[in-house]
């Protein structure tokens, strides 16, 4: 099990921010857990100092342009970009250093997935560069993907037979359970479980992890096939749960564990 680090960019700052109230409404809905000081590139370095690959640059919105390409030029090819991706812009993010670029509404329209924008992508940068959020919220007994800064609903729920098909198309899926996002409160243990027999490919989960109890366990229900990235229980963003260090410490055990 891997720890993937992140940085999230909200108007140009790297932010810890609770994901469920982002929207497109007045900012003062917007729950911000976490202002930082320090620049993208201070994460970026510090994240490519311990060697921290497969880690994630969020553009939350408009205006994160130019702190995104300062994070990507500090960790050449050590991170990926998400936020506003699209077929006309995916292959100019490589080039800026991106690993990989992570796509979610751009393949989703009126609720449904688009597989001629899935075909574009591939066709733009290659499966093996290209990352889907499956982002997802419970409603009723299943959950299901969303979009739009995690507001919208789409009609795709994450079955076996869903990330059996979006596996076909991408290198990597990055999930966020939206429910618990940014609260610190503890992992979604049934999503957790319905990955960890599900997936087939590398699989970042994302949400609520607060310390290392909470790593453990997601390496337990996802039967070591989950990687994990942490945000708001970090002491780095402001957290008091976890350090940055025992993040690390574990990522080293777990990878050690498997030689």
């Known amino acids: 099990m891997k720890f993937r680090p992140c940085i999230d960019l909200h108007n140009g700052c790297v932010k810890q921010i609770v994901g469920s109230s982002l929207s497109d409404s007045v900012s003062e809905s917007l729950k911000t857990n976490f202002s930082s000081q320090y620049p993208s590139s201070y994460y970026a370095k510090m994240y490519k100092a311990d060697n921290l690959t497969g880690g994630h640059v969020i ?6 342009e130019s702190a995104a390409s300062e994070a990507l030029a500090a960790w050449p090819g050590g991170l ?95 999930i966020h359970a939206v429910d618990v996002e940014g609260k610190c409160a503890g992992i979604e243990e049934e999503l957790a479980e319905k ?18 109890a909470d790593l453990e366990r997601l390496e337990e229900l996802g039967q070591n096939r989950l990687d994990a990235t942490i945000g708001s229980a970090l002491d780095i963003f402001g957290g008091t749960t976890i350090t940055y260090a025992e993040a690390v410490d574990f990522h080293r055990r777990s990878q050690n564990s498997k030689k």
């Open 59 to 64: 553009m939350l919105g408009p205006g994160n």
């Open 80 to 174: 990926q970009i998400g936020g506003g991706i699209t077929a006309a812009n995916a292959a100019e993010w490589l080039d800026k250093g991106a690993a990989a670029v992570i796509v979610t509404s751009y393949v989703f329209q009126n609720g449904v997935v688009h597989e001629e924008r899935l075909r574009e992508m591939v066709a733009a940068v290659g499966a093996q560069h290209l990352v889907l959020d499956l982002s997802c919220r419970k409603r009723g007994d299943d959950y299901f993907i969303v979009t739009d800064r995690w507001q919208n609903f789409t009609s795709v729920a994450i079955t076996e037979e869903t990330l059996a098909y979006f596996a076909s198309y991408c290198h990597e899926f990055l």
């Open 195 to 212: 990955l960890g027999r599900w997936v087939t490919i590398p699989t970042t989960y994302a949400g609520g992890v607060k310390n290392l």
